[in-house]
T-cell receptor, first 114, second 106 residues
């Protein structure tokens, strides 16, 4: 039972390159989230998916796209990476509608754009 | 608008001193509030939730709807409490504050 798994753990990109961050969960959770963590900015929500087949923008969606491939997987794509997207990215999941549901996090992806 | 505010980026206290990490929220409905902790090189994990009204690792947090606050408290800080602490509000999505780094000095 791995919980929430993110790949890769580290990545260095050149400006303008594209890449996809993968997130997979084996917890049978409905809701999945992508956050970025920056010093002094905390965790900011990029996109979330309340259930399979739905996605919604969060606080900082510009420059990103997401795909909820199935219930288990939620990917984040950077089409043309910029230095401002250097950050640590976290995927998280929750059961969904249940009250006071806990969020479970992946171990993070540290992305550097040069 | 839904918002979580943690006014302190860094809080340094000596071992054995009391700790209070502040959290204020903005939400018109009935809030679900949480504290998460991130120890060095570990993933974020739940510390406590307001509905449970429990003490975890000596930490407690009380929801004050009048002041829209959910401050995290511990009477006697320990060095192993040094970590990043995030307050979170859940509505139809999860929103986190900017976090407070707690450093407990020997």
């Amino acid at each position: 039972n791995a919980g929430v798994t993110q790949t890769p753990k580290f990545q260095v990109l050149k400006t303008g390159q594209s890449m996809t961050l993968q997130c997979a969960q084996d917890m049978n959770h409905n809701s999945m989230y992508w956050y970025r963590q920056d010093p002094g900015m905390g965790l900011r929500l990029i996109y979330y998916s309340a259930s399979e087949g739905t996605t919604d923008k969060g606080e900082v969606p510009n420059g990103y796209n997401v795909s909820r491939l199935n219930k288990r997987e939620f990917s984040l794509r950077l089409e043309s990476a910029a230095p401002s997207q250097t950050s640590v990215y976290f995927c998280a999941t929750t059961t969904g509608a249940a009250q006071n549901t806990e969020a479970f996090f992946g171990q993070g992806t540290r992305l550097t754009v040069v | 608008a839904q918002r979580v505010t943690q006014p302190e980026k860094l809080l340094s206290v000596f071992k054995g001193a009391p700790v209070e990490l502040k959290c204020n929220y903005s939400y018109s409905g009935s809030p679900e509030l949480f504290w998460y902790v991130q120890y060095s090189r570990q993933r974020l994990q739940l510390l406590l939730r307001h509905i449970s009204r429990e003490s975890i690792k000596g930490f407690t947090a009380d929801l004050n709807k009048g002041e829209t606050s959910f401050h995290l408290k511990k009477p006697f800080a320990q060095e192993e409490d040094s970590a990043m602490y995030y307050c979170a509000l859940r509505t139809y999505k999860y929103i986190f504050g900017t976090g407070t780094r707690l450093k407990v000095l020997a």
